[in-house]
């Protein structure tokens, strides 16, 4: 099995490049979606991130806004938390290997897998990227999102430019969506040597 991290600064269509992965038929680990799960309404991180972080949870999880407030901008508090969800997810991450243990491929989606050492752990490397521009629109049109809260979600992440140096791959999202899956499709025939579907 070969093991491909996809990762992409924030509005750089990661999301959506990982979905065309999985309709190429390769299995996809999202680690957003299971921070999400882990989070959500009885998910196993809750109370240890309710008692490090009182006030940030709720009926239906964690409350990602009122977290993000506590942790943004302090290293510490952020260290804290990764610290709750990081192995948990790890646990996440293991199940997902052994679930898919005769796949020639899997993909590992994670926003912060060069912040996080992730690369390391991965036999190649894959990055979606879009010109600044095109990212700042992306972003700025989420709702709640703000210039400040951009701002702080960009200085912890490593720099789209040294993200593509170190990539073995890079996957284009400023470009036609076919020209995106064109990409993404010699990424799997290149890896495993078999053309996706």
Do not use: W, Y
């Amino acid at each position: 099995m070969l093991t491909l991290g996809l990762t992409g600064s924030i509005g750089m269509g990661k999301s959506t490049v990982a979905a065309m992965f999985a309709d190429e038929g390769v299995p996809v680990f999202d680690a957003d979606a299971a921070v999400h799960r882990l989070q959500g309404p009885a998910g196993r991180v809750v109370a240890a991130i309710e008692a490090r972080f009182p006030g940030t949870t709720g009926e239906g999880g964690v409350n990602r806004t009122a977290l993000a407030e506590a942790v943004l901008g302090d290293d510490a508090a952020m260290k804290a938390l990764e610290a709750i969800v990081h192995p948990a997810v790890g646990e996440e991450r293991a199940a997902f290997l052994a679930e898919n243990a005769g796949a020639a491929l899997v993909v590992f989606d994670v926003p912060l897998l060069f912040e996080t050492g992730g690369d390391r752990a991965v036999d190649k490397v894959a990055v979606v990227s879009a010109a600044a521009d095109v990212q700042r629109a992306r972003v700025l049109a989420r709702p709640g999102m703000t210039e400040a809260k951009f701002a702080a979600i960009l200085a912890r992440q490593t720099p789209d430019a040294e993200k593509r140096a170190r990539a073995d791959f890079v996957i284009p999202t400023d470009v036609p969506f076919d020209e995106t899956r064109a990409s993404v499709r010699r990424v799997i025939a290149c890896v495993t040597g078999v053309e996706g579907r």
